[in-house]
């Protein structure tokens, strides 16, 4: 069974405080790893796609890497805007069928 | 560009009805998923539907179902509804599938009394 776990569940950073969410998967076929962030009342918005080992995505002061095995995403001095629900997801296509499996998400707070 | 619309935002039943929701994708997405979001479970992949086919299937109990119209509008249907039901349900398009980036509504509260 796909299995997406991210760690840890809840972060508390002062601002410009940087440091790095996990998400670990147990897939077979993986086809894409992405990240989204969830604000509050609102749906996931997209933030990275990554396809293969070794890939990195850089956008503001967030940056995504992946290695077989897991995905960080790194914010580097992040600002209280940054505060949101961070959700990985997998998209696999095994016996299972061809799907998409969340991980738990990870509640960023930063603190001014 | 307008983005993914899900009607209603809001919604209560009582355990044993049905309920309809919908979505209607960014325009020129064909794939359109759908979601279950709980604070226990956290976010599950219902099914996709694709060219008015579903294409996907998560592992949810056949009291849900969906469709999808020539339009690529979707709408979703739970059948004798329980309690644990209560949950938002999200809808996200894609131009083509699971493999691209999602985009999704802000979804429907569904409470059941």
């Known amino acids: 069974e796909d299995q997406v776990t991210q760690s840890p569940e809840a972060l508390r950073l002062q601002e410009g405080e940087s440091s790095s969410l996990n998400c670990s998967y147990t897939v077979s076929g993986l086809r894409g790893l992405f990240w989204y962030r969830q604000d509050p009342g609102k749906g996931p918005e997209f933030l990275f796609t990554?396809?293969?080992a070794g890939e990195e995505k850089e956008k503001e002061r967030l940056k995504a890497t992946l290695t077989k095995k897991e995905s960080f995403l790194h914010i580097t001095a992040p600002k209280p805007e940054d505060s949101a629900t961070y959700l990985c997801a997998v998209q696999a296509n095994n016996n299972a069928g061809n799907m998409l499996t969340f991980g738990g998400g990870t509640r960023l707070m930063v603190k001014p | 560009k307008a983005g993914v619309t899900q009607t209603p935002r809001y919604l209560i039943k009582t355990r044993g009805q049905q309920v309809t929701l919908s979505c209607s994708p960014i325009?020129?997405?064909?794939?359109v998923s759908w979601y279950q979001q709980t604070p226990g479970q956290g976010l599950q992949f219902l099914f996709e539907y694709f060219s008015e086919t579903q294409r996907n299937k998560g592992n949810f109990p056949g009291r849900f179902s969906g469709r999808q119209f020539s339009n690529s509008r979707s709408e979703m249907n739970v059948s004798t509804l329980e309690l644990g039901d209560s949950a938002l349900y999200l809808c996200?398009?894609?131009?083509?599938?699971?493999?691209?980036?999602?985009?999704f509504g802000d979804g429907t509260r569904l409470s059941i009394l």
């Open positions: 996200a398009s894609s131009r083509t599938g699971l493999n691209q980036p999602q985009h």
């Open positions: 325009s020129g997405h064909r794939s």
């Open positions: 990554l396809y293969s």
